[in-house]
């Protein structure tokens, strides 16, 4: 708002200057509305630069002051090569234009090519603010285990919310769909969750693209408009911001990268829950969810067996572990009876 009032007052400003003075002998009218164009061309500019990248704005200053240095140096020759007057005059200002324009434009196309190091002392403090900001996706908030990482401070930074995904959550949480608008209300609670602790900033962005509809790719435009890291655990995300040369923080590649390690020759005690792909397989899971095949477990369904690891595999999706039943058999094994034995029973 602040910026409004000043726009206003720089427009009204210049319109009053040039009312008064009447530059090139004009009509006052005239003049005040070429004074508020001008202004509302500057402000135009004003809000065009505040667009551009840090290193897109010094690359287009600097093709500016090259162009205009190499303007310069053409219109030292044009000078002495043609006749003083009008049309010399035109030339020279034509030649500053064009090179000003050209190097002006290939600079800020180029600016992104700046080596960082190099002018770290410039970019050190802008750089560091923007890859401070985390932008959450609405998978990642549904799913609830960001809130947990970023309570113990393994995640620090700003984490950044679109409007955009609130009216995704909010969407969820509405829908007809019991198992969806269940998720859509866990995503909205587990925000509050988030917002309440004081270690944590939470900052509402209002900044959309109304030109694309995916919400996944305004999330990307807006990771690299701000040169942040998108916080997701959407598998297809993932390689589509790798795509996009936007950096990633991935909960489900955190979580893998967490289980514990497991080598071929361990030993460990698995319940067999149901069968596997196999014939003779029985399939159990650790504490952390990884999935056990036990060759010749079948049987097994329901008890738990002691077994040795033979391989341990690592799928896009997870670590699967692969093992075989020990020799000395099963724990945990219900004691069986006979028809005979539990007729001979003796009963009080």
Not at 176 to 183: A, E, I, W, Y
Not at 229 to 252: Q, R, S, Y
């Amino acid at each position: 708002m602040d910026f409004f009032l000043l726009r206003i007052l720089f427009v009204l400003f210049l319109a009053g200057v040039c009312f008064f003075l009447r530059p090139f002998g004009l009509e006052n009218w005239i003049c005040a509305l070429t004074g508020g164009g001008a202004a509302l061309c500057v402000i135009f500019f004003e809000l065009r630069v505040r667009a551009l990248s840090l290193r897109r704005l010094i690359g287009a200053v600097a093709g500016s002051i090259f162009g205009i240095f190499g303007a310069a140096l053409f219109c030292f020759v044009l000078h002495d090569a043609l006749p003083p007057g009008t049309t010399s005059a035109a030339i020279q200002i034509f030649v500053l234009l064009l090179m000003t324009y050209v190097g002006l434009i290939v600079g800020a196309n180029k600016g992104d090519l700046l080596n960082m190091t190099m002018l770290n002392h410039i970019f050190s403090s802008d750089r560091g603010a923007r890859k401070s900001f985390k932008v959450l996706d609405t998978s990642v908030i549904i799913d609830g285990r960001i809130a947990d990482i970023a309570d113990t401070g393994f995640i620090d930074g700003i984490f950044v919310v679109p409007e955009f995904v609130l009216r995704e959550l909010q969407t969820v949480a509405d829908s007809t769909d019991g198992s969806k608008r269940q998720r859509g209300r866990r995503g909205l609670d587990m925000l509050q969750r988030m917002q309440a602790n004081p270690a944590l900033q939470i900052q509402i962005v209002s900044e959309d693209f109304p030109a694309i509809r995916e919400v996944d790719l305004k999330l990307l435009e807006l990771a690299k408009k701000w040169e942040a890291k998108v916080v997701t655990n959407d598998f297809n995300l993932n390689k589509v911001a790798h795509l996009h040369h936007v950096e990633v923080l991935n909960i489900n590649d955190l979580a893998n990268t967490l289980k514990p390690v497991v080598l071929p020759g361990e030993r460990m005690n698995i319940l067999i829950l149901k069968e596997g792909k196999e014939h003779t397989q029985g399939v159990g899971y650790l504490d952390d969810g990884t999935m056990v095949v036990v060759d010749h477990a079948r049987k097994m369904i329901g008890r738990s067996v002691d077994i040795s690891v033979t391989s341990v595999l690592q799928t896009a999706s997870g670590k699967m572990i692969f093992g075989k039943m020990d020799d000395n058999g099963s724990r945990g094994e219900l004691p069986s009876f006979s028809t005979g034995e539990m007729e001979s029973t003796p009963q009080n």
